[in-house]
C-alpha cells in the first residue's frame, strides 16, 4: 500500500516540499523558478489499494494523470521509452493545464536522455509557449543536461531571451527586471529621448511653414537664415535622441544576453576536492573562480605556475576550474529528474530573481562548504562548460576553442578574460585579500551601496 499525508476517498494528495522528496520523480521540477517568490506545494497523485478492497470499474479506465504517474514511475525504473510512450498518451487524452505541463517537460527530459536533443526542445518550446514553464527550471534540472550542451539548446535559450509568440515573454520578463536593477536609470534616460525627441518634432512642425515662407520672400517674411538654423537644429536634435534611443536598447540587448550566460554558469556544476557536486552559485561570496580553458598541456602548465603562488592565491580566495577542450564526454545523467534525492535538494539554490531569503545559506552549511574548498574543483558535464565558454568567446570577439582565462568575481559575474593564460603575479595585485576585504566591508558605513570588488581596482 501507498503511503501519503491526507486521504481522499481512494487517493491522497501528497505535498512534497522541495527539500523533502519523494523518491520516485513527482510532476513538476525540483527547484524554484525564476522570479517565482511563492512557495508553490507539488503535487502528484498517488492511488492506494488493498488486496481486501474491491476497486471499481472505473480504477481502470485511463486518464492524463495515471499515464503521468505511471510514465514517472517507468523512467525512475530506467525505461525510458516506455515512459515516453506513456506521456505521449497523456498529452492525447485530453489533459488539463497543469498535467500537460508535466507530460510534455517529462517527455523532454525521456527525449533528453536518449539523445534526441531537437524533439526535446520542441516540447519544451511548446511548454513555455503554452503551459507557463519557466525557464529556470530547465536551466536547473540533472535530466537535460545533456540537451544543455547542444546547439538546440542555445537556440532555444536565444529564442526564450528574445521573446516571442512562439515561446513566450516570461523568461524576457524576468532578465529584464534584472537588467534593470543592474541599469536603473535606463527608462529615465529613454523618457528624455522620447521627451526631446517629441519637442523637437513640434518644434519643426511648427518651424516648417516658417521656412516655407522664407524662402517664398516678401514683406513680412521671417529671416532665412534664422529660420534654417532653427529646423537644423530639431532635426539635429531628433536624429541624436533617436540614435541614442536606439543605442540604449542594443545595450540593453547586450545585457539581456549577459544575464542569460550568467544565469546558465551559474548552474554548471564543480565536483570539489571532498567528491561533493556544487552548483557555481552555492559559492557566491567564498570564492573567487578563475576558469582555465585549453589544451591539456597549456592548462596542465598553467596549473603548475599557480602552485608557485598557492598560498597567496588562496588567500585571495582563488579556486582553478580547468576546462580541457575536447575532452567534454556526455554528461552521466542519473535518473533524478523532478525526484532529486533529499539531501541534493536541501542544497539546491533557487534561481535568480526569486525569494532572497531562499538564496542564502546558513551560517553552519556554509562553514562547512568552505572547509571543503581547496584550490582546484573539477568539471562536471563538461560539454556544458565548453558551450558556455564558446558562447562566451564568440561574444567577446575571440575565436571559439582558443585557449582563454576566465576571472569571476565573488557575486559570480564575469570580472575579467583574457587569452592565453593568466599572469598569476598580476592576478595577486588585483586581487585583494578575503580578510582584508572583510576587515573593509565591516568598516563601511551602512549606507555605503559600492561593489566589494571595488577594493581590488
Not at 529556470?136 to 542555445?154: Q, Y
Not at 512562439?166 to 528624455?192: C, N
Not at 534611443?245 to 546558465?264: A, C, G, H, M, P
Request: proline content about 5%.
Amino acid at each position: 500500500m501507498a503511503v501519503a499525508s491526507l486521504a481522499l476517498s481512494q487517493q491522497l494528495l501528497c505535498f512534497s516540499d522541495p527539500k523533502i522528496r519523494a523518491k520516485s520523480r513527482p510532476w513538476f521540477p525540483q527547484r524554484a523558478t525564476l522570479l517565482n517568490s511563492q512557495k508553490k506545494a507539488y503535487i502528484f497523485i498517488v492511488s492506494c489499494s488493498s488486496s481486501q478492497t474491491s476497486q471499481p470499474p472505473e480504477a481502470d479506465v485511463q486518464t492524463a494523470e495515471s499515464c503521468v504517474n505511471l510514465g514517472l514511475s517507468l523512467f525512475s525504473k530506467g525505461r525510458v521509452k516506455d515512459a515516453l510512450v506513456q506521456f505521449e498518451t497523456a498529452l492525447s487524452l485530453d489533459p488539463n493545464p497543469v498535467e500537460a505541463q508535466a507530460a510534455l517537460y517529462n517527455k523532454a527530459c525521456c527525449h533528453a536522455y536518449i539523445g534526441e536533443a531537437k524533439k526535446a526542445a520542441d516540447c519544451l518550446r511548446t511548454a513555455l509557449r503554452d503551459y507557463n514553464l519557466k525557464f529556470g527550471t530547465i536551466l536547473n534540472d540533472p535530466d537535460l543536461a545533456s540537451l544543455r550542451a547542444s546547439p538546440e539548446f542555445k537556440e532555444l535559450q536565444e529564442e526564450a531571451r528574445l521573446g516571442g509568440e512562439d515561446i513566450g515573454y516570461s523568461f524576457r520578463r524576468d532578465l529584464k527586471l534584472i537588467s534593470e536593477v543592474q541599469a536603473p536609470f535606463r527608462g529615465i534616460r529613454r523618457f528624455f529621448y522620447v521627451a526631446f525627441s517629441a519637442a523637437a518634432g513640434i518644434s519643426l512642425f511648427f518651424t516648417v511653414p516658417r521656412l516655407i515662407l522664407a524662402i517664398k520672400g516678401g514683406d513680412g517674411a521671417p529671416d532665412i537664415w534664422e529660420t534654417v538654423g532653427n529646423a537644423g537644429i530639431n532635426i539635429g536634435g531628433i536624429i541624436v535622441l533617436v540614435a541614442l534611443f536606439f543605442w540604449d536598447n542594443k545595450k540593453e540587448e547586450e545585457q539581456l544576453e549577459q544575464i542569460s550566460r550568467n544565469e546558465t554558469l551559474s548552474r554548471l556544476p564543480l565536483r570539489l576536492s571532498t567528491n561533493r557536486i556544487v552548483e557555481l552559485v552555492q559559492l557566491r561570496d567564498t570564492v573567487r573562480p578563475v576558469i582555465l580553458a585549453g589544451k591539456k598541456e597549456t592548462v596542465s602548465s598553467a596549473i603548475q605556475k599557480a602552485e608557485r603562488f598557492r598560498t597567496e592565491l588562496l588567500r585571495r580566495g582563488v579556486l582553478l576550474v580547468p576546462v580541457i577542450w575536447g575532452e567534454g564526454r556526455a554528461p552521466q545523467v542519473e535518473k533524478k529528474g523532478f525526484g532529486v534525492s533529499t539531501k541534493a535538494a536541501a542544497a539546491a539554490l533557487p534561481s535568480i530573481g526569486e525569494d532572497f531569503e531562499k538564496r542564502a545559506q546558513s551560517i553552519t552549511a556554509k562553514s562547512k562548504l568552505k572547509a571543503e574548498i581547496r584550490f582546484r574543483a573539477e568539471v562536471v558535464s563538461p560539454e556544458e562548460w565548453e558551450r558556455w565558454i564558446r558562447d562566451q568567446q564568440e561574444a567577446e570577439g575571440v575565436t571559439p576553442g582558443e585557449d582563454v582565462y576566465i576571472i569571476l568575481r565573488l557575486d559570480g559575474r564575469v570580472r575579467r578574460s583574457g587569452k592565453g593564460m593568466p599572469d598569476w603575479s598580476q592576478i595577486l595585485q588585483e586581487l585583494p585579500p578575503m580578510e582584508a576585504l572583510l576587515s573593509k566591508l565591516e568598516r563601511r558605513e551602512p549606507t555605503d551601496s559600492s561593489h566589494e570588488e571595488c577594493a581590488g581596482t
